[in-house]
């Protein structure tokens, strides 16, 4: 089979293109995907780059070749002995938490929890734009934050970096609960981020939103400890001083630390760092959120599209050829939602 792979860490350089790669085979609670499009999510450039070695190393059992590449859209072309929910021929999508292989390549093989039927209503290309950028958010919601829907529903929210995949994601399930919502990117993106359900449109090139803001409920920063300093104090001085407020963060120091000192040492440091700012920001929740997987969140994800509550936004479509020019556009960090790798 074709796909691209690294055998090594580095810049984009180190995506080869290869056409005879091993087709994998599915376990008895796996299904064959013949993929048809994946996208590029920030990790895929860090993780390029050697960002989490500390723990992704141990967890694959060859350090490289390394397919990289979380989301897929295509179709199933085998089922495990104990798969009974899909059959040949489907068409699924989905994210893979898998440390051993990912989706830039013609197949893979994903766990059947991980997998589920693709929106009918929408293409290949945009299917693999929203999984990963969808149960992101969705984790950090429910899994970190520990809120239902019900509790989000009417809230104040503030989005930083609407733009992005998860920004252009969060505006539209935020939007779907009837929340009141704030966000930042650059001019050109402003049109985009209102017509997706945004009140407040901050340029964050020419105003500092803490002095804007007041009075929120809740904060997903998708610019965290990657931003200025100072971002995560100004983010908490836009919510209420409450404990129903709460601030949540995709960029923490948790996996650097253990880069940084080695998993043994970096673990409980990272966790007292968090155990920290926890108790700093009393009586605000403070919370460091990890993407994991979910089959309900995908499931509601299908039902959202599904009712064209939440639409695909694709900022440009390469194919998996020129795999290093997509991971150079996201590079830039100003990509307008998705970038996805047609196969
Ligand atoms: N913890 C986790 O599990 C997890 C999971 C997913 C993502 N993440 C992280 O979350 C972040 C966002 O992911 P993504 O997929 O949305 O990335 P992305 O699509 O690459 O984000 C690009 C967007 O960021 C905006 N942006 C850049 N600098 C900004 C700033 N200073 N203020 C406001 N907006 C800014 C850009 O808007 P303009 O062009 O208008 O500037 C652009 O639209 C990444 O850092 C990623 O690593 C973490």
């Known amino acids: ?39 590029v999510n920030p990790i895929d450039l ?10 992704f190393e141990k967890q694959r059992s060859n350090s490289f070749p390394w397919i990289l590449g979380s989301d897929f859209a295509g179709t199933i072309k085998e089922v495990g002995s104990k798969v009974s929910r899909f059959s040949k021929g489907d068409e699924v999508w989905g994210c893979t938490s898998d440390p051993n292989r990912g989706c830039y390549a013609q197949y893979g093989v994903f766990n ?23 149960l992101t958010t969705w984790a950090a919601l429910i899994r970190w934050a520990t809120l239902r829907p019900q509790d989000i529903q009417n809230k104040k929210v503030f989005i930083q970096a609407g733009a992005g995949g998860v920004g252009t994601f969060a505006i539209q399930l935020f939007s779907s609960w009837n929340c009141n919502i704030a966000t930042t990117c650059s001019n050109k993106n402003r049109k985009l981020v209102e017509e997706l359900g945004a009140q407040t449109v901050i340029n964050y090139l020419e105003q500092d939103f803490s002095s804007v803001l007041t009075d929120y409920d809740i904060v997903l920063d998708s610019i965290g400890d990657l931003g200025e300093e100072g971002v995560m104090n100004k983010c908490i001085k836009v919510l209420k001083p ?11 120091p948790l996996v650097r630390t253990m880069d940084d000192k080695g998993v043994l040492l970096g673990l409980p440091h990272a966790l007292y760092l968090r155990q920290k700012v926890k108790r700093e920001n009393k009586p605000i929740n403070v919370h460091w959120s990890l993407y994991r997987p979910s089959l309900s969140g995908l499931q509601e994800l299908n039902k959202l599209v599904s009712e064209k509550k939440v639409k695909p936004v694709i900022d440009s479509v390469f194919s998996l050829k020129d795999i290093n020019l997509a991971h150079d556009k996201v590079g830039t960090g100003h990509s307008s939602g998705k970038v996805v790798i047609e196969m």
Do not use: C
């Not at 074709?2 to 609670?29: H, T």
């Not at 860090?46 to 723990?55: I, P």
């Open 242 to 252: 409450l404990d129903t407020s709460h601030y949540i963060t995709l960029n923490h």
């Open 112 to 134: 059947q929890d991980e997998v589920d039927f693709k929106p009918s209503n929408i293409s290949f290309n945009e299917a693999a734009s929203l999984p990963y950028v969808a």
């Open 1 to 39: 089979m074709y796909g691209a792979v690294i055998s090594e860490y580095g810049g984009s350089s180190v995506l080869k293109y290869k056409d005879s790669l091993d087709e994998p085979k599915p376990k008895a609670n796996q299904v064959l995907v013949e993929i048809r499009a994946s996208s």
């Open 46 to 55: 860090m993780k390029r780059e050697g960002y989490g070695k500390s723990v």
